[in-house]
C-alpha cells in the first residue's frame, strides 16, 4: 500500500480513538505533557505495525495495549524503574510507578476530570481512592464501555481477573458511596 493511503487509512480508523487514549494515558502518568508524548509514542508505534494489524480484530484494544506497553517499556523504565522496584518484577514496579503517582497531590487527576463534573467530589474522591487496577478496569468498563474481553486484552491478564477486579472496585465504590447515596436520597431508610 502506497504510504499516503496507509496514512489516510490510518488516520480515519484511528483519530476516534484519540481523546479515550489520552485520558488513559493521562491515568497512567498523571500528567498532560507527559500524557500527549505517550499518544504520540503510541500513535509512531501503531503507524509503524499497522500493515501488520488484521482487519476484523479490535483495533481499539490494539491501541491500548501499545499504550499501556509503551508506558511500562518506556516511560516507566526511563523514568522512575529503579526508584520503585528495578530489582522485582516489571509487573510490580508498574504498580509501584502507578500508585506512586496516583498519591502525588500536585498531579492532575484524569478521574476527577472524566466522573467529576457528573458526580460529587465524594464520588470522585471514591474513584481516586481504589487500587489502580481496579480503577483501570472500571475506567475502560463503564466510561469507555469496553467488554471484559477488551479490557483482558488490554490489560493481558484472564478475563475472569478483569471480572473479578470490576466486581471487587464496584463493591469497594457502593461500601464507600453508601452514606453519599443515603444524604443525596438516591436509597432510602437503613439500606
Sequence with gaps: MPPHDKAKLFEKHTLPYLDPLYA???????NGVEA???VQETFLKAFRAFDSFKDG????????RILKNTFINEFHQKKRFEEFGGNGSEDEAYEKLIAAQKTEAAQPNVEKDVFGGSFGDEVAQALDALPPEFRTAIYMADVEEMSYEEIAEVMEIPIGTVRSRIARGRKILQVRLRKYAKDAGYIKGGG
Design 36 to 38: 500527549e508524548d505517550l
Design 57 to 64: 480484530t479490535n483495533l481499539k484494544a490494539w491501541l491500548f
Design 24 to 30: 488513559y494515558a493521562h491515568s497512567l502518568t498523571g
